[in-house]
């Protein structure tokens, strides 16, 4: 029997599928990548662009209320033209105008304030979750989100009920005889309100990154700390609250970024009188119809905001890249 005939007898023919060509794994991995850039593209990018067009237009008294309006029918002459007629007044009069200056300085403070707050309430709660026993993580887990099933604008209106001079917080600390029932409280309709409503709305958004990084500690760090002679204050500040660094800054910067642009709040715990950058977006856009300058702050808010996130992420791949 020759040598041809005993290989096919013990092994047959090959498989089908061994002789169908393999799909490069090159292409799998581009479609991968790809994937998060086309959705940045077609939901960031792309509206962004919309946005900084419409805030180097001129505001008109038509539909849509701004000048020049540049479409793909007017070709390479209309685009020189839209080019041209391109202006910067718009970004100046938010330099002039101190109402703009002010309702962005208020709102950064409103926002740290908040976010200042919110991690000093959330970063214990945290730390009891993650200390918590296994089976009771989940429940504690479920209480933490529970808000989320319920409206933000419902909550909000409660809390209208609750600070209002004949609310909910005046009769309860007036039934403790802490305060004259003739003489409530009056923090309705004012930042000290705006930060209340920020807090409690946001508070979820810091407890759950930093229980995501307290749970993973490893408790024999905390265990050789103490058995070395650390006291547990000693042991908190110098291995607990280091290692739960990247949890602190994800929760700052997820109530942080939205708190400084936040309108529903303002506008109803926070009165005529509260300044923010959210509230005069929207004026802008609706009773004064002026689009250009509401797209020039749109697009200022966007720079104050991208700005440090990208120096700080450029400052930690420094950091990471540098040999231990």
Excluded at 32 to 41: D, F, G, I, M, T
Excluded at 206 to 227: G, H, N
Excluded at 268 to 289: A, C, D, H, P
């Amino acid at each position: 029997m020759t040598q041809r005939a005993v290989t096919d007898r013990n092994f047959g023919e090959l498989p089908a599928a061994e002789t169908k060509p393999t799909v490069s794994p090159n292409r799998g991995r581009l479609v991968v990548v790809a994937a998060p850039y086309l959705w940045l593209a077609s939901f960031f990018l792309l509206p962004f662009l919309i946005v900084f067009k419409i805030s180097l237009s001129v505001p008109e008294l038509a539909m849509p209320p701004y000048s020049p309006q540049f479409t793909t029918q007017h070709g390479w002459q209309g685009m020189t033209e839209f080019l041209g007629a391109l202006t910067l007044e718009n970004y100046w009069r938010l330099y002039e105008d101190p109402l703009y200056v002010a309702s962005y300085l208020s709102s950064v403070r409103i926002a740290a304030i908040s976010t200042f707050i919110t991690l000093l309430l959330g970063y214990p709660i945290a730390y009891a979750m993650a200390r918590a026993p296994k089976p009771w993580q989940p429940v504690l887990m479920i209480g933490v989100v529970l808000p989320f099933f319920s409206s933000l604008l419902i909550r909000i209106y409660a809390w209208i009920g609750i600070l209002k001079p004949e609310g909910l917080l005046n009769h309860f600390l007036a039934w403790l005889g802490l305060i004259d029932r003739t003489n409530p409280i009056d923090i309705f309709n004012s930042e000290t309100a705006v930060i209340i409503g920020i807090v409690y709305s946001y508070l979820p958004f810091m407890i759950l990154p930093l229980y995501a990084t307290l749970e993973k500690i490893d408790i024999s760090l905390l265990e050789a700390a103490q058995d070395l002679g650390c006291t547990p204050t000693g042991v908190f500040w110098r291995i607990t609250f280091p290692l739960s660094m990247p949890g602190v800054i994800a929760g700052s910067l997820l109530v942080f970024i939205p708190a400084i642009g936040e309108y529903v709040i303002p506008d109803l715990l926070g009165g005529s009188e509260t300044l923010m950058i959210g509230k005069q977006l929207v004026n802008e856009f609706y009773v004064n119809r002026d689009w250009p300058a509401a797209s020039a702050v749109a697009v200022v808010l966007l720079i104050v905001l991208v700005v440090p996130i990208a120096c700080y992420q450029k400052i930690l791949e420094r950091r990471l890249a540098q040999p231990q």
